[in-house]
């Protein structure tokens, strides 16, 4: 049987499609309209840049402050407890004393910066007990190698986790002075 639909049925359901659609257009609409005003989850905002806060040198080390943490086949590595701190960019700071198998010392203030895996060197120890700050003013990558290697040693075992700094100063203190050191004893 042929199809018969009247000319007032078909545009009854002209106009209800019709409608249909305008009603989905202003659904639509408004909810791009609300994700428009949406604010951008904390997660999403961009990082703020990296800055260095301003180097404040501590008082020279004095031997009854000095913790032993590395010894290699030409010397022995040890940090100033005093002198260890987080700094509020994030980095560790302490005084390094080398001594070599035949007395000498380098005394030297730097830092570590576990994000990065870098270490930086701000001045060294003058035997009157000042300081001269160091020409270089730039982060080296730690090398497990070599001559620095007290570096990585400090980075691994004392320092950091991973990229986050492990704890705060009193802790790395306690790590340094054996609880946990794979090297005291050595």
């Known amino acids: ?19 249909v659609s305008l009603s989905l257009l202003a ?36 031997p009854e402050n000095l913790v032993n943490f590395y010894k290699s086949d030409s010397q022995s590595f040890a940090i100033d407890k005093l002198s260890l701190s987080v700094a509020g960019d994030g980095t560790i700071r302490y005084t390094l004393v080398a001594t070599s198998n035949a007395g000498a010392k380098n005394i030297s203030y730097e830092a570590i910066r576990c994000e990065t895996y870098e270490h930086k060197l701000f001045a060294f120890g003058r035997s009157d007990g000042s300081w001269s700050r160091s020409r270089r003013n730039q982060w080296d990558k730690i090398f497990n ?20 700094v492990a704890g705060k100063a009193p802790f790395l203190l306690s790590r340094l002075q054996g609880k946990g050191s794979p090297f005291i004893g050595k």
């Not at 791009?32 to 961009?46: I, K, L, N, S, V």
């Not at 703020?48 to 008082?59: G, M, R, S, T, Y």
């Not at 070599?146 to 991973?162: S, V």
Request: glycine share 6%; hydrophobic share 30%; proline share 9%.
């Open 27 to 62: 659904v639509s609409s408004l909810s791009f309209a609300g994700q428009a005003t949406q604010t951008t989850p904390p997660d999403d905002e961009p990082e703020k840049a990296w800055a260095e806060v301003d180097l404040q040198l501590p008082a020279a080390p004095k």
């Open 1 to 19: 049987m042929p199809n018969s639909t009247s000319p007032s049925s078909t545009k009854q359901l002209m106009g209800r499609a019709v409608l």
């Open 145 to 164: 190698t070599g001559a620095n290697k007290q570096h990585h040693i400090l980075f691994t075992e004392y320092f950091c986790e991973g990229t986050t």
